[in-house]
């Protein structure tokens, strides 16, 4: 028995696929603590190359993938000598990549952030231009395959000039000679314990259509973030406990599976002074109380999936407490031996920036379907490939 990708003991026939000695080869850039990596290494890809310029997460990564070179730099800053030269030291041909994956800083395009992006502060924001150097990143190892990961909310976001971002990175991937179909997938309908959106965005430079993969989970059959969470023990990595206040700990103990913040007695809710009084102890009005969204002591509901995990730590579905940072990277289907370095916090970051590690597997074994045959497939012409429109993904 081995430990499979959502911390459950599977038999040997599910455990990863090791890489063969022909499998087609991957290289990662803004690869985080490598949860879209591990996915592709898991469908039987060989990883070669991991890149990260954060340094907790360049840490997790080296700790979890010994065998993979890594380069812990600034992406802006690696040419095209320095990019070979890594995968020259991973032990691969820089000319035999065949896919390149990653999921370039987004939190420009997210929700919180919802006016039209002005050109000019698309190019002062980085967050909102590094796809252009991931971009450049696969124009100098030329794969066949390209797959770039990015919030949801994207497909919304519009420059001043009325032009979808999506369309811009389209159009950027077809500057490069890549045509490019995009999709937001569904975290939970491929068997993640997550309701999770992120778009993704598929290229290839070959004649050969674009295929994403089916959901394999049916709604009704989602896996549950009880399921998920079952019999973690104390002395997994990352099992790390929060030190809670008694009074923080009543109010959990309020919060029903599934609910959060609202539904906690009015007593128990943050009140503050609303008036412009400079003496509260004299001034006639009550504090009035503070509303709370999102996830802010949110329980999970043991018969559901997860909400998307976030730095935000979510309620146990069944004890009263917090999660543990490891049962956190459970959501995102990680397995119980990928350890994270770094603080509580830069861990929690990680795991919440990161790809859930099924979800990455299930788009690598997609991509292995074209292999071998890709390599000697005709190429394209991505000057005549028509975009999806926006009603195609309602």
């Known amino acids: 028995m081995s430990v499979g990708a959502d911390g459950d003991s599977v038999s040997e026939s599910d455990a990863p696929t090791e890489a063969s000695a022909d499998a087609p080869v991957v290289a990662g850039f803004f690869s985080g ?5 591990l996915g592709f290494e898991r469908a039987g890809f060989d990883v070669a190359l991991g ?13 979890n993938f010994s065998d993979v070179e890594f380069i812990e730099e600034d992406v802006r800053e690696l040419d095209a000598p320095a990019i070979r030269a890594a995968v020259e030291r991973a032990g691969h041909d820089p000319d035999g990549i065949d896919v390149v994956i990653g999921g370039p800083p987004c939190q420009g395009f997210s929700r919180l952030n919802n006016e039209q992006i002005e050109l000019d502060e698309m190019e002062k924001d980085r967050r909102n231009t590094l796809f ?3 971009l450049r990143v696969v124009s100098v190892l030329e794969p066949q395959l390209v797959l770039m990961e990015n919030v949801r909310d994207l497909i919304n976001r519009q420059t001043s000039d009325d032009r979808y971002v999506k369309d811009l990175i389209v159009d950027e991937f077809a500057a490069h000679g890549y045509k490019c179909e995009y999709r937001v997938l569904e975290a939970e309908q491929y068997g993640v314990p997550q309701k999770r959106r992120r778009i993704f965005f598929m290229g290839t430079d070959r004649d050969v ?3 994403f993969p089916e959901p394999t989970t049916p709604e009704g059959h989602w896996r549950t973030a009880g ?15 929060a030190n809670t206040q008694e009074k923080t700990l009543e109010r959990i103990r309020h919060v029903p599976p599934g609910g959060y913040y609202r539904d906690l007695p009015d007593r128990l809710k ?8 400079e003496d509260t102890d004299t001034c006639p009005h009550e504090p009035e109380i503070v509303k709370r969204y999102g996830t802010y002591l949110r329980r999970l509901h043991p018969d559901e999936p997860s909400l998307t995990v976030s730095t935000n730590v979510f309620i146990h579905p069944s004890e009263d407490r917090y999660l543990t940072p490891r049962e956190m990277a459970r959501l995102q289907t990680f397995p ?10 830069d861990v929690l970051k990680q ?21 071998p045959e890709i390599r000697d497939a005709p190429p394209a012409d991505p000057d005549v490939y028509e975009q999806q429109s926006l009603t195609d993904l309602a």
């Open 227 to 241: 399921e998920a969470l079952a019999d973690a023990s104390d002395d997994l990595p990352n099992m790390t406990y």
């Open 51 to 63: 890149s990260d310029q954060w340094e907790p997460a360049a840490e997790t990564y080296r700790r």
């Open 132 to 134: 252009e150097e991931f």
């Open 351 to 371: 795991i919440g920036n990161a790809v859930p590690v099924r979800l990455g597997e299930e788009l690598a074994t997609q991509l292995l379907e074209y292999f």
């Open 336 to 345: 119980d031996d990928f350890a994270f370095e770094g603080t509580k916090t």
């Open 270 to 277: 943050t009140k503050k002074y609303q008036c412009d009084c």
């Open 209 to 211: 259509p674009i295929r």
């Open 33 to 37: 603590c490598g949860g879209l990596d």
